[in-house]
Structure formats: C-alpha cells, structure tokens
C-alpha cells in the first residue's frame, strides 16, 4: 500500500470532525482554554477515529467494490489485508485510549471506545446493511466526542455538553440522508437501504425537514436554559433559518444537485454552531 493510500485508510475528514467536535465539548466547560490540552485532545480524538475508520473500510469492502463513489478504495481493491487493517485499527483504538487516559482521564477514553463501538459494531456491522434507521442510531457516535471533550475539563459540567450531543445525534441524520439522496442508486446496487432506496427521494427530503426543524430546536436549547448567552442564541437561529431554507427547496425539489447543496450546507452550519460555542464562551 502507499502512503496516499494509508491516509485515505485514516478518513481524515471525518477525523478532523471529531477532533472538532470534542475541542467545541472542551470550550463549552473550560474557563480558560489550554493548547497543550486542546492538542493532545485533538491527536486522541483522531486516532479514535482513524481507527474507526479503518475498520469501516475493512469490513464494508465488499460492498464498497459495487459503488462508484468507494470502488477505488484501498480495501475494495485488495491493496490491504484485512489482518493489516483489523491490526492497524486495534493500534489506533489503543494509542487513542492510551492517550486520553494518560493525558486527562478514564472517563475520555470511556466516551472515546463508546464512540467507536457504535460506529464499528452499532452501525456498521449490524445496521448499516438492515435497516434504514442505521444513520440514525449510528449518528450517536458522533455525540461520545462532545461528552469526551467535556470530561477533558470537569467530568461534574453534564447539562451543556448532553444538549451539543443532541444537537450532534440531531445532526446526523439530515447531513448524511441528504448524501443518501446523491448517492441512492449507488446504495441500491449494493443492496443498502438507506432510506432513499427504502421510501425515495421525496418522502426522504420531507423526513431531512421534520429531523431538521427538531435539530434547530435542539440547538436553541444552550440559549432557551441560560447555558449559553445572545451571541450563541442569534447565530444559532440564523444559521438553522438558514439550513431549513435549504430543506425546503430540497422538498420542491429532491434532484441531485439540491441534494447535494443540502449536503454541502449541513456542514458550515454544525460549523457555525462550534464557533457560537466558542464565541459566547471565549469572546
């Protein structure tokens, strides 16, 4: 394998997510924000990640050879093993844990295992290829990085870092559903049923809708219970104003293109809610 093919191995995208994710749990605590912390933080979260990631690619090669988007990835193509992946996931889990405990406490690496436990063995083992609320329950992965960043600073502080993990269990699904939609005919040549290739693209975009209108709700909460002051409440209304626009033209319209726009605008708007975080906390 070569090193590119390593790195796409690692999902880094989706591992800077996470980091991001937990460092916006961290600010949400911290009085006074450490780089030292914030970075050792950072290289936890992504090797969590990467390992998780790892993993996906190993397990769902199969599936992955019959889509255009993941045919040429490593696995699907035979240029790893799974012993080589399966090895190297374990050893980033590890290093990962290793390293929230060391650095801060058990309870990090607690909600840095969880979080990989339900995207390994809750969504892509079991869910994923049987039923079409796999992303939903799956999403939840992603809200173990929120509590880990959290934990990081005061494992006592649960309200405001359990409200971001709503948000983020919230989020997932009207983010990757609008993928769905971009990608269905892929999903349907594998025999995943997302739920586009469960109900279609129109009843798909009217469930982004009604999932999102209770996202925007959930991100008011900081601001609604006084956890979070004006400047995190505006930005949130806004940015949510401006997600569910997008939604709506989805609905009129459930082609490819304002799928992915859709797609596309979830994610300077979770963006935008971690700097609100930061803002009303830090400014």
């Known amino acids: 394998m070569t090193f590119r093919q390593y790195i796409e191995l690692l999902k880094p ?16 605590v911290a009085t006074k924000v450490d780089p030292v912390a ?13 390992a998780s990631a790892v993993f996906n690619h190993v397990w769902d090669r199969d599936i992955d050879r019959l889509m255009r988007r993941t045919g040429r990835r490593p696995m699907a193509t035979g240029a790893g093993t799974p012993a080589l992946g399966f090895t190297l996931a374990v050893v980033l889990m590890v290093a990962g844990m290793a390293l929230a405990h060391a650095a801060f ?18 969504y892509t083992v079991w869910l994923k290829r049987r039923h079409w609320t796999n992303i939903i329950i799956g999403g939840a ?54 739920l586009p290739v469960v109900v279609g693209a129109k009843r798909t975009a009217w469930c982004i809708l009604g999932n999102s209108l209770i996202l ?58 971690f700097i609100a975080v930061f803002v009303d906390k830090h400014w």
């Open 105 to 122: 406490n058990w309870v990090v690496a607690l909600h840095l295992f969880l979080g990989g436990f339900v995207y390994v063995a809750i």
């Open 13 to 28: 995208r989706i591992a800077l997510m996470i980091a991001l994710t937990a460092i916006t749990g961290y600010a949400a």
């Open 216 to 273: 925007v709700a959930a991100s008011l909460l900081p601001w609604w219970l006084g956890l979070l002051g004006d400047a995190y409440g505006i930005m949130a209304a806004v940015s949510g104003a401006v997600l569910l626009g997008f939604n709506l033209v989805l609905v009129k319209d459930t082609s490819r293109r304002w799928a992915g726009w859709n797609f596309a605008a979830s994610m300077p708007y979770l963006l935008l809610l």
């Open 38 to 50: 914030v970075l050792l933080l950072t290289l936890a979260m992504v090797l969590g990640s990467a």
């Open 141 to 194: 992965a992603g809200s173990f990085a929120v509590l880990a960043g959290a934990a990081a600073v005061d494992q006592t502080q649960w309200l405001l870092p359990m409200v971001l993990a709503l948000v983020l269990f919230l989020w997932t699904p009207s983010h990757f559903w609008s993928l769905a939609i971009l990608l269905a005919e892929d999903y349907r040549q594998a025999g995943v049923p997302m």
